[in-house]
């Protein structure tokens, strides 16, 4: 869902299962990718004076644009955790 932006609807009738399970498995998944025990010991920012890709710095589309950038273009996760509240308020919001 992240990745193709299907909804839940599209990826319940993909996968023959009803919309609240793909709901209730989705967020659980991501709760758990973004929970600090995963986010610890997977994700890794790169470091201020990290060299710039090869890949942006030698592709026109990428270079000058993102030279100082740092972000989803690098492989960087912007670390997010939501409280229990703000998951709770987002799930009642559907």
Known sequence: MCVTGLSVRHVGERFQ???ATIS????EVLGHLSSPRFYNQYVQM?????PIPDFIQNNSKFFPFF???LGAVDGTHIH???SAIQRNLARNRK
């Open 17 to 19: 299962h009803a919309n």
């Open 24 to 27: 209730k498995y989705f967020c």
């Open 46 to 50: 790169p470091s201020v004076d990290a």
């Open 67 to 69: 030279s100082g950038a």
């Open 80 to 82: 997010c955790v939501p």
